[in-house]
């Protein structure tokens, strides 16, 4: 059993940044992040696992990096030159699986309750 507890989401104009955490209980492999905007389904932004490297959804890549600190059990997201898209809902997902299709949302095990984030014009 993984618990996820998410903070950093807030208010920003365009052009600002954000930068998310979550801590985990537990050690899973793959963590990531997860969106939904209002009346959408629910979007990959981001993964990585324990011991390699990051992938990220096309609509944030170049714009935001995903970290983790593995002696503290901690992801980040590092979100820059943020738009009014960008405004969600940001869920902390994680999985102690290796062979997940991680680019898949419903593929994930551990979900943290979120943290909103709004990008205004």
């Known amino acids: 059993q993984v618990q996820l507890q998410e903070s950093g989401g807030g208010s920003v104009q365009s052009g600002g940044s954000l930068r998310l955490s979550c801590v985990a209980s537990g050690y899973p492999y793959y963590m990531g992040w997860i969106r939904q905007a209002p009346e959408k389904e629910r979007e990959w932004v981001a993964s990585?696992?324990?011991?390699?490297?990051?992938t990220y959804a096309d609509s944030v890549k170049g714009r935001f990096t995903i970290s983790r600190d593995n002696a503290k059990n901690t992801l980040y997201l590092q979100m820059n030159s943020l738009k009014p898209d960008d405004t969600a809902m940001y869920y902390c997902?994680?999985?102690?699986?290796?062979?997940?299709?991680?680019?898949?949302?419903?593929?994930?095990?551990?979900w943290g309750q979120g943290t909103q984030v709004t990008v205004s014009s």
């Open positions: 997902a994680a999985d102690t699986r290796w062979y997940i299709h991680a680019s898949s949302w419903r593929s994930w095990q551990y």
């Open positions: 990585i696992p324990r011991d390699g490297s990051p």
